[in-house]
């Protein structure tokens, strides 16, 4: 079987399904010097999943949600938050814990918990003040930022099973963790975020799933950009897991691509 992701940058990942796409964590406002998606990219949308409250996960929900009438999962904070500030409808909400399946417009979703990097906001300030302060006064004013970390398990009705770790490759993951998630769910793809020095730590993740492919991208290109914060190359992070899993298949997008995956259904 085959399908087709698209990466519109960011964290924003979409993921077909013959009655519509689920897409993770959308973002298209221009901000920090990327200008990737538009609204008119997520009009077929029926499920969008939240992996936290920061702001580049979070603020274009409501758009997309009165565009397509999505329904959204992620924790109840984050649910609660969009129906409190910005008037999204109850039943657009799909409240889950950590570990709870639910079937939401023909995808089976499962929650998990995950681990966010540790954040130092002065780099932020000493990087460029105005992305220091647009950074913080935005989440803190606009987003429910000290809500859980999630990750996603997503199956597809044609069967497709995709892991999405988004930001969580770093050094707080336990492998052990990890295992189990693979061993529940043996996906076929695994998707995450590749940023700052992690290379080891996204080696570590590929070895503990042992996916059949790989999707990787830069979650704060343009936003580290503007803050001057180095990351190891693409062909660092590739060489790295490569290394831990010499048969896995790495795709690196850039923002807007689109990328077709063969996948088994019965694997």
Known sequence: MKTSIKYLGWSNIIIPSPNGSLAFDPFY???????????????????????????????????V????????????????????KYNVPKENLVPVRPHEEVTVEGFKITAFSWYHRPINYLNFFKG????????????????????????FFVETSD????????????????????????????????????QL???????????????????MYHPHEKLF???????????????HAKNAVP???IIYP????SVTLDFDQEK
């Open 254 to 257: 850039e923002p807007m691509a």
């Open 128 to 151: 460029n003040l105005v992305t220091g302060l647009t950074f913080t006064l935005t989440n803190l004013l606009k987003a429910p930022y000290d809500a859980p970390y999630y990750g």
């Open 197 to 215: 020095h992690y290379e080891e730590d996204v080696a570590r993740a590929v070895k503990a799933i042992s996916p059949e492919t790989f999707i």
């Open 247 to 249: 048969k896995v298949k």
């Open 225 to 239: 950009g503007s803050m001057k914060l180095k990351s190891s190359t693409p062909e660092t992070f590739i060489k």
């Open 29 to 63: 406002r221009p901000m920090y010097g990327a200008d990737w998606a538009t609204l008119e990219d997520f009009k077929d949308v029926k499920v969008i999943c939240i992996s936290h409250g920061h702001h580049e996960h979070y603020l274009d929900t409501p758009n």
């Open 159 to 194: 069967g497709f099973r995709a892991l999405n770790f988004t930001e969580g490759l770093n050094p707080l993951f336990p492998t052990g963790e990890m295992k189990e998630l693979a061993k529940k769910f043996n996906p076929c793809v695994l998707i995450g975020g590749a």
């Open 65 to 84: 949600v009165k565009l397509t009438n999505a329904k959204v999962v992620s924790s109840k904070e984050v649910c609660d938050h969009l129906h409190s």
